[in-house]
């Protein structure tokens, strides 16, 4: 078949449902190539794409020229330039250590109880049932509150919040949206700064302790930070604290529903639950690529980059190079070697990423031991939200064994430890690696 000329085809659904594939098909062709229809460089290769991301000689800034962008969409990007993911140093550490107290392993060790008791009042109530969409049900439910408490956020202002969340993480991970989806982005990022200003601001209600309110209403007080700056990275926080987290969520629990031998072997054997997170974000990652632009002219891979051209680094193709990871395709909980892109590489690696691999051991803890039986409720492709950017599913639905026992055996479940017989039944010990099969996210 003709190799791919463009990374565009992604944004379909049969391609993103072999996602990988395509990627392979672009990496075997090249690693780095100029993509006309983007107007944009495309690096898939691991070796290419972490050395592009500590090059100084790229840079994070988005919209370099805010006079360049659409009218619709210049309110948006007003804001977004002044958030630490589109600068450089030294703006970019300033920005950073703001907010990085909160983030930090040891002040997220904290919010265990809390994501813990948010999981279990959500598991319960789904259990009688023997029903969920785990992404409305769960994935999207769970990260919001929990960054939402974060932020010190009254409960009745969080639906709002997640409205105004959504255009704009369509707009992040989509240029290529119409003028009235870029101008409603503008608008829900306005709504959205207006609302954090009050938060921020309203003494009445003093903020509780050990908040990212606290901490940021304490900078506004004790420093010459500018407001806009900080109101800017609250929003970014908001936003990414809970899409990437629900994206990690699903595509997690797909793989495993997918895979579920490599599900028994982590219900025998939880103590691999820490690496088996990193191979879930491996192996499909919310966030697929990131954007940088060459300063000056440079060398990269061999490529001359001109100055102001745009490289996409595809953190998700670089997850399945096979010169790092081999058998890319498989789903390895004793993986060696390899530090896998999801969280991003270098300065601007994930602030958020302790909290999102929490979150997620957490939830898949909980599924596996709690829900028996748990499987696929049909057999219909999954649907993935269109994007370049960001890889997440629309729905997951999911059936299990309710208390009373009542199930439908004829969907495909993950066996139960002890199980002699069953799809994907693994002696004691669990089998794994586990290669994809028919219908696989990485394709047949």
């Given at each position: 078949?003709?190799?791919?000329?463009?990374?565009?085809?992604?944004?379909?659904?049969?391609?993103?449902?072999?996602?990988?594939?395509?990627?392979?098909?672009?990496?075997?062709?090249?690693?780095?190539?100029?993509?006309?229809?983007?107007?944009?460089?495309?690096?898939?290769?691991?070796?290419?794409?972490?050395?592009?991301?500590?090059?100084?000689?790229?840079?994070?800034?988005?919209?370099?020229?805010?006079?360049?962008?659409?009218?619709?969409l210049?309110?948006?990007?007003?804001?977004?330039?002044r958030?630490?993911?589109?600068n450089d140093?030294?703006?970019h550490?300033?920005?950073?250590?703001?907010?990085?107290?909160?983030?930090?392993?040891?002040?997220?060790?904290?919010?265990?109880?809390r994501?813990?008791?948010?999981?279990?009042?959500?598991?319960?109530?789904?259990?009688?049932?023997?029903?969920m969409?785990?992404?409305?049900?769960?994935?999207?439910?769970?990260p919001?509150?929990?960054?939402?408490?974060?932020l010190?956020?009254?409960?009745?202002?969080?639906?709002?919040?997640?409205?105004w969340?959504?255009?704009v993480?369509?707009?992040?991970?989509?240029?290529?949206?119409?003028?009235?989806?870029?101008?409603?982005?503008?608008?829900?990022?306005?709504?959205?700064?207006?609302?954090?200003?009050?938060?921020?601001?309203?003494?009445?209600?003093?903020?509780?302790?050990?908040?990212?309110?606290?901490?940021v209403?304490?900078?506004?007080?004790?420093?010459?930070?500018?407001?806009?700056?900080l109101?800017?990275?609250?929003?970014?926080?908001l936003?990414?604290?809970h899409?990437?987290?629900?994206?990690?969520?699903g595509?997690?629990?797909?793989a495993?529903?997918?895979?579920?031998?490599?599900?028994?072997?982590?219900?025998?054997?939880?103590?691999?639950?820490?690496?088996?997170?990193?191979?879930?974000?491996?192996?499909?990652?919310?966030?697929?690529?990131?954007?940088?632009?060459?300063?000056?002219?440079?060398?990269?891979?061999?490529?001359?980059?001109?100055?102001?051209?745009?490289?996409?680094?595809?953190?998700?193709?670089?997850?399945?190079?096979?010169?790092?990871?081999?058998?890319p395709?498989?789903?390895?909980?004793?993986?060696?070697?390899?530090r896998?892109?999801?969280?991003?590489?270098?300065?601007?690696?994930?602030?958020?990423?302790?909290?999102?691999?929490?979150?997620g051991?957490?939830?898949?803890?909980a599924?596996?031991n709690?829900?028996?039986?748990?499987?696929?409720?049909?057999?219909?492709?999954?649907?993935?939200?269109?994007?370049?950017n960001?890889?997440g599913?629309?729905?997951?639905?999911?059936?299990?064994?309710p208390?009373?026992?009542?199930h439908?055996?004829?969907?495909?479940a993950?066996?139960?430890?002890?199980?002699?017989?069953?799809?994907?039944?693994a002696?004691?010990?669990?089998?794994?690696?586990?290669?994809?099969?028919?219908?696989?996210?990485?394709?047949?």
């Open positions: 078949m003709p190799t791919p000329a463009s990374l565009l085809p992604a944004f379909r659904p049969k391609v993103q449902e072999r996602l990988y594939d395509f990627y392979e098909e672009l990496r075997s062709a090249d690693e780095l190539f100029w993509d006309r229809h983007l107007g944009s460089w495309i690096a898939t290769g691991y070796a290419v794409v972490s050395s592009a991301t500590g090059d100084p000689g790229l840079s994070s800034v988005r919209y370099p020229d805010l006079e360049a962008v659409s009218e619709e210049r309110p948006l990007a007003r804001v977004l330039s958030q630490m993911l589109y140093a030294p703006d550490p300033r920005l950073r250590s703001l907010i990085s107290k909160a983030f930090a392993p040891r002040a997220v060790a904290t919010l265990r109880g994501i813990e008791e948010a999981v279990d009042r959500i598991i319960t109530h789904a259990a009688p049932t023997g029903r969409d785990i992404v409305a049900d769960l994935a999207r439910p769970l919001l509150t929990i960054i939402c408490d974060l010190d956020v009254p409960e009745q202002d969080r639906p709002a919040l997640a409205a969340s959504e255009p993480a369509e707009a992040i991970g989509n240029s290529r949206l119409d003028a009235d989806r870029n101008r409603e982005a503008s608008q829900s990022m306005a709504h959205m700064l207006d609302y954090l200003r009050d938060l921020l601001t309203h003494h009445d209600t003093p903020p509780a302790p050990h908040t990212l309110r606290a901490l209403t304490a900078q506004a007080e004790n420093t010459d930070q500018d407001f806009d700056e109101l800017a990275n609250c929003a970014l926080l936003i990414a604290g899409e990437t987290t629900t994206h990690f969520i595509n997690a629990t797909l495993l529903l997918r895979h579920p031998d490599a599900a028994y072997q982590l219900r025998l054997r939880p103590e691999l639950m820490p690496v088996a997170v990193e191979e879930l974000l491996r192996y499909d990652a919310p966030v697929q690529l990131m954007l940088r632009r060459a300063r000056h002219d440079l060398d990269l891979a061999g490529r001359t980059i001109a100055e102001g051209q745009t490289v996409l680094l595809v953190c998700g193709a670089a997850n399945r190079d096979p010169a790092v990871f081999p058998d395709h498989v789903l390895d909980f004793e993986r060696p070697g390899g896998h892109m999801a969280f991003g590489h270098g300065p601007h690696f994930c602030l958020g990423a302790a909290l999102a691999r929490l979150e051991a957490i939830v898949l803890e599924l596996l709690r829900l028996p039986g748990l499987r696929l409720e049909n057999t219909a492709p999954p649907q993935w939200q269109r994007s370049l960001f890889r599913l629309t729905r997951l639905d999911v059936a299990f064994d208390p009373s026992g009542d439908d055996s004829g969907a495909q993950i066996p139960t430890a002890g199980s002699s017989s069953g799809p994907g039944h002696p004691l010990g669990g089998v794994c690696p586990v290669r994809p099969g028919p219908g696989d996210v990485a394709g047949p």
